[in-house]
């Protein structure tokens, strides 16, 4: 063992005895501390010494970072604590453990911060986008079209000029919590915005309500927005009666009225607009289903057409004779049967201003679009069709255990009865029409 007092120069000079790994020179000063000097050059200081009747050994730092006279004290302060029968190991990892434990709870107030920050600052019209945009690329399939412009519909700030006419459009029905936080959006807060709602406009409140419901059960399973919903506030009965039970709509083409209907929509300007308001009540599918009807998707040599349903991803229904005359006839502008050039998205999207004007024309009842879907179903009555016929064709759920799990109808039976419907119609309207004999037959041109 060598003692020197450390000193600039002496530490330069110490080496590495030759053919050995280390040596370790001792200070004459501070006891306890020595200088390790590998073969390869390195040194740095230790403090070494007995506890409990063994050697204990703490290596202090390299000699690059540790001055000799914060090696000496670091070393007294080892002494002193071996002294007092402290093992220094133990105090170091305490004092490492104590120190992760403060980083952890330093990360989690800064965690806690930039949760209460969210918290405190998210709104329903903040989340409403990142809902949409979610549920459209959902595992399921994602929402049709028709259901995210509806969603839009509900958030929209308005203030918009209306396609047709000079007035503006109106904000959504939910367009008045869009800047309520959703730690505030309580029960109470539901309840009152219905409550106003209601007086206006019942019935697109209470589909804003349907809405709001299924994108607050959705902020309930989110990672970041499930501590700011604990319990869905749309789940109010008070809400739900604010809000009122729909009615029970009544509007319906009469046979008496078919002559009178064809009659004005056939006199339509617009090609496009009159085959489809026609296709709407002879085939009755829901109005978004016949809009977007594609060119690929209607078979003249087989005399069906494949539908986009709410139900299933789609059903085939059957070309009926006029139906096929009807778009044989339409241009082939795009990838639409009911295309369109002033629509953003290239198909037919308002056709009730024309159906409006046809209907005071004809001087008939006011009639909804799906009013045509319900006279469908009505007038199959009079040939005494098979509910589940008429129901399979407008794409309706199958009611009850046998249409359920037994009932499987070609299209082929779906096709007689739809030819009866559709000639009976015509026949009640007045209109003289002979089908094309089967087999190909010459259609527009792309």
């Known amino acids: 063992m060598k003692w020197d007092n450390f000193t600039s120069a002496r530490i330069e000079a110490f080496k590495c005895a030759e053919g050995r790994q280390q040596s370790i020179y001792w200070d004459g000063k501070t006891p306890g501390l020595g200088l390790r000097v590998t073969a390869k050059g390195a040194k740095s200081y230790i403090f070494e010494t007995t506890l409990n009747g063994k050697t204990l050994r703490i290596t202090i730092g390299d000699v690059r970072t540790w001055s000799i006279s914060q090696a000496q004290a670091k070393a007294t302060a080892y002494k002193a604590q071996t002294d007092s029968g402290i093992d220094p190991r133990k105090v170091l990892a305490e004092q490492v453990a104590a120190e992760k434990a403060a980083e952890v709870a330093r990360a989690k107030a800064e965690e806690a911060e930039a949760a209460a920050a969210i918290r405190n600052a998210v709104t329903l019209g903040d989340i409403w986008p990142e809902y949409i945009a979610d549920r459209m690329t959902t595992r399921t399939g994602g929402w049709s079209d028709h259901h995210v412009r509806a969603h839009k519909q509900m958030m929209q700030e308005g203030g918009q000029p209306v396609k047709r006419g ?37 019935s697109s409140a209470r589909l804003a309500w349907r809405l709001l419901k299924a994108c607050m059960n959705w902020c309930s399973e989110h990672k970041t927005y499930s501590s700011m919903v604990a319990a869905n506030p749309t789940k109010s009965a008070r809400a739900r009666e604010a809000l009122g039970k729909p009615k029970v709509r009544n509007d319906v083409l009469q046979r008496e009225m078919l002559a009178p209907w064809f009659s004005a929509v056939r006199k339509i300007s617009n ?43 789609f059903r085939m229904v059957p070309l009926t004779p006029y139906v096929a005359h009807l778009l044989a006839r339409l241009p082939r502008r795009n990838e639409w049967v009911f295309s369109s050039t002033a629509s953003a998205d290239g198909h037919i999207a308002e056709p009730r201003y024309a159906h409006n004007e046809a209907l005071a024309v004809a001087g008939l009842p006011h009639l909804t679009l799906h009013g045509l879907r319900r006279s469908f179903a009505t007038l199959s009555e009079w040939l005494e069709t098979p509910a589940g016929i008429a129901a399979q064709i407008q794409g309706h759920a199958p009611q009850g255990v046998r249409e359920q799990n037994y009932i499987r109808r070609p299209l082929d039976l779906l096709r007689m009865w739809h030819e009866k419907i559709e000639a009976w119609m015509l026949e009640q309207a007045g209109i003289d029409f002979t089908p094309a004999p089967a087999g190909l037959r010459v259609v527009a041109s792309a």
């Open 166 to 202: 000079s007035k503006l459009t109106q904000p959504g029905p939910l367009f008045s919590l869009a800047g309520v936080r959703l730690v505030d959006l309580t029960s109470d807060r539901i309840e009152r915005w219905a409550k106003e709602e209601a007086k206006h406009r019942p």
């Open 271 to 313: 090609p496009v607009i009159s085959a489809y308001l026609q296709c709407l009540l002879l085939v009755g599918p829901r109005r978004e289903e016949l809009a977007q009807l594609r060119w690929a998707d209607v078979d003249f040599q087989w005399s069906s057409m494949k539908l986009a349903d709410k139900i299933e991803d």
